[in-house]
């Protein structure tokens, strides 16, 4: 079975500082894709950052980007010059290679970002 | 111009109703999925349909059934409701080969 765990269950940063979100997963599935989600308070679930198993290069997106270590099977989300509005729960989550999947997430980290 | 629509987007209710949330997507996609975010903002599936085909079906007590209509809609009803049942459900739906989900704006349901 696939699990997916994030080791900080809080988290703060200032404003136009960096902060390191980590995400571990155990899998024995060799092609899968892993993905970071957003939900501030206003609830929605907002994809942050998606990155192929097979892909070595790691994903970005502007602010956004990950650390992807597959023999590790570490997966964390860097976050470069926070903004308040990044103050949110993030998840990390798993998806194994197939038509139909079922996203797996972690227990989620709330990040604080403060003036 | 919504995406996934989930309604409502509240719902308080007393032990032992029955109700439904209906969730509707304009994307186009093929797999449609309810999840519940329980309380300490846990998530996990619940079901999984491919057009209008159930192919993911969690450990959900019975009392919980899904409808798809067309690949379009994913109903949930809710029989006999329990304080337990008290989540925030989310509707998503998925483009094949990990795209990635979208997701609805999530039902809060209170059981009181």
């Known amino acids: 079975a696939q699990t997916v765990t994030q080791s900080q269950p809080e988290m703060s940063v200032q404003e136009a500082e960096t902060v390191t979100l980590s995400c571990t997963y155990d899998?024995?599935?060799?092609?899968?894709?892993l993905f970071w989600y957003k939900q501030p308070p206003s609830r929605q679930m907002i994809l942050v950052i998606r990155q192929e198993a097979y892909k070595q290069q790691n994903a970005t997106e502007n602010r956004f980007s990950v650390n992807f270590q597959k023999a590790a099977k570490s997966f964390s989300l860097k976050i470069s010059d926070s903004q308040l509005g990044d103050t949110a729960m993030y998840f990390c989550a798993f998806m194994i290679h197939r038509s139909q999947g079922n996203l797996i997430f972690g227990k989620g980290t709330k990040l604080s970002v403060k003036p | 111009d919504t995406a996934v629509s989930q309604t409502p987007k509240y719902l308080v209710t007393q032990m032992g109703n029955d109700k439904s949330i209906k969730c509707e997507q304009n994307?186009?996609?093929?797999?449609m999925y309810w999840y519940k975010q329980d309380s300490k903002k846990f998530l996990k599936i619940m079901f999984s349909?491919?057009?209008?085909?159930?192919?993911i079906n969690e450990t959900v007590p019975n009392r919980f059934s899904p409808k798809s209509p067309d690949k379009a809609h994913l109903n949930l009803h809710i029989n006999s409701l329990e304080l337990g049942d008290s989540a925030v459900y989310f509707c998503?739906?998925?483009?094949?080969?990990?795209?990635?989900?979208?997701f609805g704006s999530g039902t809060r349901l209170t059981v009181v």
């Open positions: 899998t024995s599935e060799n092609n899968y894709y």
């Open positions: 998503a739906s998925s483009l094949p080969q990990g795209g990635g989900y979208t």
């Open positions: 349909y491919n057009n209008k085909e159930l192919i």
């Open positions: 994307l186009g996609h093929d797999t």
